[in-house]
C-alpha cells in the first residue's frame, strides 16, 4: 500500500529548519563531475560544504562532449556495473538519483533506480531538468513503463509545482517535495554598483541588459535578441550582454550581425569571478526561456539584485511576485517582453526597489544551508518510513 503526503504534511516537512541531525546515515548521491557546467552539478556543488561527510557523490553521465552512441552505450553499461557494486560494499542507507526529465538520464537512472531497489535501499528521485514535448510522448504512450520502473521510488523531488502535476498524470503516487535551487555564496554577497545604476533613463545612463545562459533557441535567444531591438530604436544607451556558450551562439551572432544590432557583446561562457562581473555590471535580466525545471540563473540574477523579466516557466510562478520582482511574462512575443522592459528602463526607482528586495530575497530563500537542511529533512522522512 502506498503512502502519500498530505498537503498539511508536505508542507510542514519542507518548513526551514536551522540544522537537522546527521546521525549515524550515508547517503549515495549521483551527479555528473562536480567541475562541469550544468544544473545538476551545480545544484550540488553548492550544497556540498552543507552536506557534511555522511553524503558520498557517483559520477555519472557523460564524460566527453563528443560521445557517440557506442560509448554511450558501453558508458552506461559499466557505470550500472559501478553502481551496483558501490552500493553493495558502501552500506549506504540511502540512494539519492538526480535525473532530468529527457530520455537518456531517465533510462540511466531508471536502471539505477532498479538497480538500488534490488538491493533493498531507499531511493529519492530529484527530477531537475522537465522536458515538456518529452513529458506529452510519455503521457500518450510510456506512461505504464515510467510507472513501473519510477513508482518504485520511495520519494520524489521536484523544483516546480508544475512538475508534481506532471508526476501524478504520469501515475506515481509517492510523496513528492518541492525544493527550490541554491545559489553559490559568492553571489549571494554581490553588492550591485547602485551609484550609476539607478538614474533616470531620460539622463541617458547606459542601461544593460543580461541574457545569461546557453544559448539555445529553448532558452529564448532569439526572442530577446527580437525584443531588445525593438527597444534600441528608442533607447540609443541600450546594450545587451549575452553571456553563455551552445549550438546556436555562432548562429545568434550572424542575426545580431544581419539585422545591424548595435550594442550586442557576446561574451561567451562565464563562470566564476567572470559570471560575477556580468551579473553586477547590468541593470536588468532578461531570461524568455521556453521550458524549464527552475532556471537557476533566475535566481542567480536575483540574488545579484537585477530585477527580471522572464516567462511563466517550471518554478517561476510558485513563488514569483509579478511587480515585485520583476515581470513575468505570458507569451514570449517580442513586442510584450520589449513592453516589460520599457517599464523598467523608464522607472528607476521601480529598479531599485526590486534590486533591493530580490537581493534580500534571495539571500534568505536560496542560501546552501537553509536548502541543505531542507534536503536532509526529505531524508529523514524517507529513512523513517523504510523502518
Known amino acids: 500500500m502506498t503512502t502519500l503526503v498530505s498537503g498539511n504534511f508536505y508542507k510542514s516537512c519542507m518548513q526551514d529548519s536551522p540544522s537537522v541531525p546527521n546521525g549515524a546515515r550515508r547517503v549515495l548521491v549521483t551527479t555528473p563531475s562536480l567541475s562541469k557546467p550544468g544544473g545538476v552539478a551545480q545544484y550540488m556543488s ?60 531517465l533510462l540511466r537512472d531508471g536502471l539505477l533506480l532498479l538497480i538500488g531497489k ?57 510523496p513528492v517535495f518541492l525544493q527550490t535551487a541554491p545559489v553559490e ?47 534600441r530604436r528608442q533607447y540609443r544607451f541600450l546594450s545587451l550582454t549575452i553571456a553563455g556558450d551552445g549550438s546556436e551562439l555562432a548562429s545568434a551572432r550572424q542575426y545580431a550581425a544581419a539585422y545591424s544590432l548595435d550594442g550586442v557583446r557576446f561574451t561567451g561562457r562565464v563562470a566564476g569571478s567572470a559570471k560575477q562581473e556580468a551579473y553586477q555590471s547590468s541593470d536588468i535580466y532578461l531570461f524568455p526561456s521556453h521550458g524549464e525545471g527552475l532556471p537557476l540563473s533566475v535566481l542567480e540574477a536575483m540574488a545579484c539584485g537585477l530585477p527580471i523579466v522572464s516567462c511563466m516557466v517550471g518554478g517561476l510562478p510558485d513563488f514569483f511576485r509579478n511587480g515585485t520582482m520583476g515581470f513575468l511574462a505570458d507569451s514570449r512575443d517580442p513586442q510584450g517582453l520589449a513592453v516589460l522592459l520599457r517599464h523598467l528602463i523608464d522607472n528607476p526607482k521601480l529598479r531599485a526597489r526590486m534590486s533591493e528586495f530580490n537581493r534580500r530575497y534571495a539571500r534568505n530563500k536560496f542560501n546552501g544551508p537553509r536548502l541543505a537542511a531542507r534536503l536532509e529533512r526529505v531524508y529523514r522522512f524517507v529513512l523513517a518510513g523504510s523502518h
Open 118 to 174: 534490488a538491493m533493498q535501499k531507499p531511493v529519492v528521485v530529484f527530477v531537475h531538468g522537465w522536458d515538456k514535448a518529452f513529458w506529452c510522448g510519455l503521457l500518450r504512450r510510456w506512461s505504464w513503463l515510467f510507472r513501473w520502473v519510477y513508482d518504485r521510488a520511495d520519494a520524489f523531488i521536484v523544483l516546480a509545482s508544475e512538475c508534481e502535476r506532471g508526476l501524478r498524470l504520469l501515475g506515481c503516487s509517492r
Open 46 to 105: 553548492v550544497l556540498e560544504p552543507y552536506l557534511d561527510g555522511h553524503v558520498e557523490y557517483f559520477t555519472v553521465g557523460a564524460r566527453s562532449d563528443c560521445e557517440n552512441p557506442v560509448a554511450t552505450a558501453g558508458r552506461l553499461l559499466r557505470d550500472s556495473w559501478r553502481f551496483a557494486c558501490t552500493v553493495r560494499r558502501g552500506r549506504y542507507d540511502l540512494v539519492h538519483l538526480n535525473p532530468s526529465l529527457g530520455p537518456k538520464a
Open 185 to 231: 555564496d559568492r553571489l549571494l554577497q554581490v553588492t550591485p554598483r547602485c551609484e550609476n545604476r539607478f538614474r533616470a533613463a531620460e539622463s541617458g545612463s547606459p542601461i544593460n541588459i543580461l541574457f545569461l545562459a546557453r544559448v539555445e533557441k529553448e532558452k529564448g535567444i532569439y526572442e530577446a535578441l527580437d525584443a531588445y531591438q525593438i527597444l
